[in-house]
């Protein structure tokens, strides 16, 4: 059952840190909608 | 029994024909009176959901080479008139000049969306929901029916490894994030039939951010598992002749007899084939979804189809168009996936005594072993000498 549980975990904390790394390789959703010239940030 | 399967099938394909919607062709239209506009008849079609032709306003789009010239009346319009230009922008046939980015940008009116959205809200969550309802009912039917397979004359007590810790770890890996793919699927798809009227429009809100964004996420983990198992079981799941036998003798479900089997059933195998071939095909979906309009992959597809098949399918897809087809291939194979998953769930757990230990802890009941497994038990005693078991 640890098995199982740090499945799950390793699970949550692949949700977690995708974010974090397609942001780090540039991946951005607003960047596919607008050019920088209509984006406020 | 095969007379009653062609019945069955004749009947599903006359109501087939018999739906107006799917099998009127559109018959010819005389529209000389309106001068090739819109008649009344057209528009009685549309109002009856029946088929139409729409090419005799999708095509005429005006003719630039019919222009007046740039000094006479309506010469600067180029021979496209506003009703023309309205119309290309209703079809998606004109080129916009557009200050954003994007493929998606230049569409300004998506028209097939509405056939997307008609079938995503009718039988996607109609036939998808009727077929996880149906496996359900199907399994309490057949627990009450044949019971809970039993190791006969009971468990050994001593036990054998059949799943390192690693094959379990990539097995729940999968399995944690399919589950969670499932729930926030079913959520994102069905929620707004049936969420929002329970618990309202502000508390489905924040469920259903939340479930996009584990959705959106934890398909990682998903992928991982696949290729994690894949490469872990493969070999042990290419079909061979002891397959047919197992499948011949229905897996000994019905009967007294266990069919010999080694490492993996066919039943399992049938199971690991499936969640390979279908996941690979929601991951290449989901990963379109993902990225919006950065891998579209349903026109190409439907090249490779009609040139194989002959059919006729769709090449010329807006980038909307790209993203609704793998939505709706998505959704379609998630819940084929789901049926396949709920049934396997049952086998592995209440349906057989000793089942779940496989990937509880890793450790079965001998005789459990003996009874499912006989050659891959004969194969791991073989290699470590009579007695190894543990």
């Not at chain 2, 549309?46 to 729409?54: A, I, T």
């Not at chain 2, 309202?200 to 398909?219: E, I, R, Y």
């Not at chain 2, 009967?255 to 080694?262: E, F, I, L, N, Q």
């Amino acid at each position: 059952m640890k098995v199982m549980i740090s499945a799950f975990v390793a699970a949550l904390v692949i949700a977690s840190l995708a974010p974090v790394v397609l942001n780090q390789f540039g991946w951005s959703a607003a960047e596919q909608a607008s050019s920088e010239s209509v984006r406020l940030d | 029994m095969n007379k009653n399967l062609l019945g069955a099938a004749a009947l599903v394909l006359a109501t087939l024909l018999f739906n107006p919607a799917w099998a009127q062709e559109s018959p010819p239209v005389d529209r000389t009176a309106t001068g090739g506009a819109q008649t009344l008849e057209d528009i009685m079609r549309r109002q009856e959901q029946l088929k139409l032709d729409e090419s005799f306003r999708s095509e005429n789009l005006g003719n630039p080479a019919n222009a007046a010239p740039i000094t006479d009346q309506l010469g600067t319009r180029g021979g496209v008139s506003d009703a023309d230009v309205w119309r290309s922008i209703r079809y998606n046939k004109i080129d916009p000049t557009i200050q954003s980015p994007g493929p998606a940008n230049t569409v300004m009116i998506q028209d097939e969306g509405i056939a997307w959205y008609k079938l995503r809200e009718g039988p996607v969550i109609t036939y998808g929901g009727g077929a996880l309802l149906g496996i359900i009912v199907l399994l309490v039917v057949f627990y009450f029916v044949r019971g809970r397979i039993m190791i006969d004359g009971g468990p050994a007590g001593t036990t054998i490894e059949r799943f390192k810790a690693i094959e379990r770890f990539g097995h729940w890996l999968l399995a944690g994030s399919f589950i969670a793919l499932g729930l926030t699927g079913l959520i994102t798809l069905m929620g707004r039939s049936f969420l929002i009227p329970v618990m309202g429009p502000d508390a489905f809100a924040t469920l259903a951010a939340g479930s996009k964004w584990l959705h959106n996420n934890v398909a990682w983990a998903f992928m991982l598992g696949l290729v994690m198992t894949f490469v872990m079981w493969v070999a042990h799941n290419i079909p061979n002749k002891l397959d047919w036998q197992w499948l011949k003798a229905g897996g000994g479900i019905f009967t007294k007899g266990h069919p010999s089997a080694k490492k993996f059933n066919a039943g399992q195998k049938i199971i690991f084939w499936t969640v390979m071939v279908l996941g690979f095909s929601v991951s290449l979906s989901g990963l379109s979804l993902l990225f919006p309009f950065q891998m579209p992959m349903f026109a190409d597809t439907f090249g490779v189809i009609n040139s194989v098949l002959g059919t006729s399918l769709p090449t010329d897809l807006a980038p909307h168009e790209e993203m609704q087809y793998a939505n709706i291939w998505h959704s379609i194979v998630a819940f084929v996936m789901m049926v396949a998953i709920i049934a396997h769930i049952y086998i592995g757990s209440v349906g057989m005594e000793g089942a779940f230990d496989a990937m509880g802890n890793g450790q079965v009941d001998l005789e459990w072993a003996r009874q499912h497994h006989d050659l891959w038990v004969a194969e791991v005693e073989a290699k470590q000498g009579k007695g190894g078991s543990s």
